[in-house]
């Protein structure tokens, strides 16, 4: 008889067929569990713990992943896993693949399109004895002749094809050739079908998301765009675990690289098949993201960059063949990347103060890029300063006992009315624990009601109690067990622990430091301020006024704050449609100065005061 | 007891271990039998032939390289066969690796040297909280400081190791960073330690041989040269033959292409260590080849060339990352291609154009590059026509009965005294057979003998038999078996053929109809051409007067002919070591005017015509 299996919290059960593991079980009973890897144990991705019953031995891929202790607690790759018995299985939440909301959008610019690369449809007389032309020369002379455009170099991998290319459509009455050139200046980067468009992908490379939008080169329209989790996220939350990882050897910078490589690649063919495209037909792409991303992407050395003074090897845009980097593109497909200010302020900060025009702003704005890293911005009178903050993953709910991505189930926004608490979660359905906004919601409300103090102590209340000596407050009753309940997906309390305030603190505290030292350098004040712009997923989602009230934000009436959405990834598509653009967010970035927080003399003293709420 | 293996022509004989094949016993005994796969089955160079004894049954491999008539004829591939008897085998001249004679020197023009790729040391301050460039600009910082050079862009895979080249010697008094650095037109290419040169290689990549000259590019001085065969020569004799394998499917050109990237990276490597030098030092690199060559070289497409009316993909001089063609120089080296003139016309003729400076010489000159396939070019007053003509491998001792090419024992020089014959071999030991130039004299002897009338048809001589009806001359008479002389390489006859002397009237005849039929088009007879260039390695040491003779040159004054040597290879390395010499190629091939035989009305009469020897 086959073994019967509880999946919690999701309240799914079900048989599991012979020598089947917990990870197919889990997909035969519709349960999503995390894997990148396939189910061959390489990402570590679909931990489980058995929670009750009788499973498999522990293999080495378990030991790879978890530690003795994890083991002894019945943690479990659930792809390495056999159920030998009965079990009740519990999947943490960060292995549930429930979907997950990625804003991929922003505020649009509007720009005129002037992509640098362009198309032409040509129309060729094939060879004759009495017209021996070389194929590429016939091609570079019939692109002059029909369009006045000189192309004086054609890509070698668009040489190995041009032979086959330039005979795959032929006119049926006049015999003579067609097709549609693609050249940026002066080289040919790809030869397609007569009626093809030429596309363009634009990425936003984050430390734990990755934004694409598919381009129409000519016309500058967004086609279609997705999110996606970094891949790398397996191998370290942060940037700093991700550089020592790709220190350690090559091979793990290798890993590194091609877990993103292919991520793009598959984006890239994903959203061409939405719009019945073809992922060669893709010419250009412009990728932003911090310094650590954009270094592993291209697998540059990340050593300099993990070590004082934290220098890049690079800061200035760069133009690399696709293929060099190992993407599927047009065969000469280029890949811009946007201009790296410093060692923690990449190409994305670049991308978005190029989308929010912040340097042409008169007066004293403020621009907030939050996410693992958060970069800040503050223009006074169009001189820009930059800086960055390791304000780490808690506003995406790592590191908090309930916290979980913004994905179904997450409480997103909560009030506490009396001891009654209010909430809703995404997608409407019963809460399994708390999204970022909902985080900042429920530390702003439990300061408000006098439940935490300046300091962050939590205080006594009806719905505060002490579990193992962690005093924490209940948001969400326990539930009753009701066997069978199918769409019930949570039978714990859901709780916000005095560990949780503390992590949020210092998130905040380093965030508002940014901000603070920022302003003191300027030569600033708080309340002189007169534009505070908000970018990134979590940004967008966020209550202004309750990140005010804990003080993670400057107390600003609320008109002065603009959410934009996903600036970085806007700024990527601006450089991708505009050779100006582009060439602006060169300019921009060596006018960006740059501060470094830790080296300040004021570091410590401001941070111990930005850590206090209100 | 194991079996006692008699190796023929060359006379070794001893015990075959146990279970070893006849290549492994051959290696033991000291006769070299070629095998380019290393003894696998894949590469069809190793084939024997069993004259007596008993061995192992045909393996596949035996059966894709040998036709079913030639099993049966006792031939083997030496590596898949066991012996399990005492055995005679004969391995073919064409399986001996007896060194050959590569001439790669020619005649040098002597330039002024002006690289592309130059180099400048620079010294760089470590990076500090007060200097957090990054490793990019402070180099490029340095460059233009220390050298008013300028460098925008480096090369992404210089960029993947520059931050471990930079620190990589650092002054121990001052801390600061030593290294040096190669550009190229603005481009950051390589970085050496500050002690190496950069070098650059330039390539004759021809049909039958590989020449390679390493080149001090600063002062362009030719370190080491080497020779080699073209190891695509396993796959088909001649360009025709390899066309048509490209063209098989996508494996077969991509083979084809490795064979000759493989023996570019192997000769590179070894013309390094011979001046202890890294291939890591080769910034630069130029080949040229006949049309074919360059494009199975690069995988360009080359069906359009195999067929009417024989249009290359492209003609125009190319500059490609070495990395994209599989080649391991420095990190961001270029590889550039010279310019091909037509289908048949290629780089390598341009080259040779550029090294002779026909182009700029006064009255009616001649240039002919004897290969495989042959390039002719007539200089008329400085207006530049040329032509190919398939000659065919007869020049190169194959299609010959005791042709063979120019290795040791082959007969080079050869008169006909009375009835007695005298020659000279290479290497000055017993005969084996004939080689080009040797070929050449035997013709013309037995032309001025009387021996073939002017349609070379063989009239009787006291050393002319005829064997299974078929007339030969005896050059070398039999020896007597003489068992146990290991020094004794040779036991039959050496005879050349009526079939032989068929075979070098085509291969004249194809050659002198291109002669003819440039001065026609022209408005030129033979006794206006002022000088005669005889350009590739058998044109070097065929004896001019002999070819006059036989009428494969017209019949000139001996002090009007040049024999120049590698002209092709002298010309790569003239466009390797000097930036005007490259854009002169480039002029130089466009005022090529291409001659295509075949189509041209008069080609079968003077065809006819050329046959005839005198």
Same mark, same amino acid.
């Given at each position: ?174 015999? $003579? ?307 069978? $309940? ?103 970035? $060596? ?24």
């Amino acid at each position: 008889m086959s073994p019967l299996i509880d999946f919690e919290p999701v309240g799914r059960r079900g048989e599991c067929p012979k020598d089947e593991t917990l990870q197919g079980c889990a997909r035969l009973l519709g349960v999503g569990i995390t894997s990148l890897c396939g189910g061959i144990g390489k990402c570590g991705q679909c931990i489980v713990q058995i929670v009750d019953g009788h499973v498999s031995a522990p293999t080495p891929e378990d030991a790879e992943y978890l530690t003795p202790d994890a083991i002894a607690q019945g943690y479990r790759l659930a792809c390495r896993t056999i159920p030998l018995a009965d079990c009740r299985v519990r999947v943490p939440l960060e292995s549930l693949t429930s979907p997950q909301r990625m804003q991929v959008e922003g505020e649009e610019t509007p720009v005129a399109p002037d992509p640098l690369a362009k198309s032409y449809l040509v129309t060729l007389q094939p060879p004759s004895l009495d017209d021996l032309r070389a194929d590429a020369g016939r091609l570079a002379n019939a692109l002059q002749e029909q369009h006045h455009v000189t192309a004086t170099r054609v890509d070698l991998d668009v040489l190995r094809e041009i032979s086959s290319s330039l005979r795959a459509h032929i006119d049926r009455e006049s015999g $003579s050739w067609r097709v549609r050139v693609v050249t940026r200046e002066g080289e040919v980067i790809g030869l397609l079908p007569p009626e093809a468009s030429p596309l363009g992908l634009a990425i936003d490379l984050g430390t734990t998301k990755i934004a694409a939008y598919l381009v129409h080169l000519a016309s500058g329209r967004t086609l279609a765009s997705h999110g996606l989790m970094n891949p790398q996220i397996a191998y370290g939350e942060d940037v700093v675990a991700r550089i020592a990882l790709a220190e350690q050897d090559e091979g793990k910078r290798s890993l590194l690289r091609q877990l993103v490589v292919g991520a793009v690649n598959e984006v890239a063919t994903e959203l061409c098949s939405r719009v019945e495209a073809e992922a060669s037909q893709i010419v250009d792409m412009v990728v932003v993201g911090n310094t650590a991303m954009h270094h592993l992407f291209l697998g540059l050395p990340v050593r300099q960059l993990g070590l004082a003074p934290y220098v890049p090897a690079v800061t200035s845009a760069l133009d690399v063949k696709a293929r060099d980097l190992g993407l599927q593109l047009a065969p000469g497909a280029y890949v811009h990347l946007l201009p790296n200010v410093a060692g923690y302020v990449g190409a994305d900060h670049a991308a978005m103060l190029l989308a929010t025009q912040i340097a042409d702003l008169r007066g004293v704005v403020l621009a907030i890029d939050i996410g693992t890293n958060t970069e800040i911005c503050l223009a006074n009178e169009g001189v820009l300063t930059s800086t960055s903050c390791a304000s780490g993953p808690a506003f995406e709910g790592a590191h908090i006992k309930h916290g979980m991505r913004a994905a179904n189930g997450a409480i997103e926004r909560l009030r506490l009315v009396g001891d009654k608490i209010e909430y809703q979660t995404i997608g409407g359905v019963p809460p399994v624990g708390l999204c970022g906004s909902g985080i900042v919601d429920v530390m702003a409300q439990l300061f408000l009601a006098g439940v935490l103090d300046r300091q962050g102590r939590m205080q006594d209340h009806p719905r505060v109690r002490e579990v193992d000596g962690v005093r924490e407050f209940v948001l969400v009753d326990e539930l009753p067990l009701l066997s069978g $309940s199918a769409s019930e997906a949570r039978r714990s309390a859901i709780v916000f622990t005095q560990q949780d305030v503390r992590q949020l603190q210092l998130a905040k505290g380093a965030m508002r430091t940014g901000i603070e030292m920022l302003l003191s350098t300027s030569g600033r004040k708080v309340e002189e301020i007169d534009s505070v712009i908000i970018a990134g997923a979590f940004g967008s989602y966020i209550d202004v006024s309750s990140a005010i009230t804990i003080g993670l934000f400057p107390r600003l009436s609320l008109e002065r704050f603009h959410q934009v959405g996903n600036a970085a990834g806007m700024g990527a598509k601006l450089a991708l449609v505009s050779r100006a653009k582009r060439d602006a967010a060169q300019v921009l970035a $060596s006018r960006i100065g740059y501060l470094e927080l830790a080296a300040h003399p004021l570091f410590s003293a401001t941070f111990a005061q930005a850590m206090l709420l209100g």
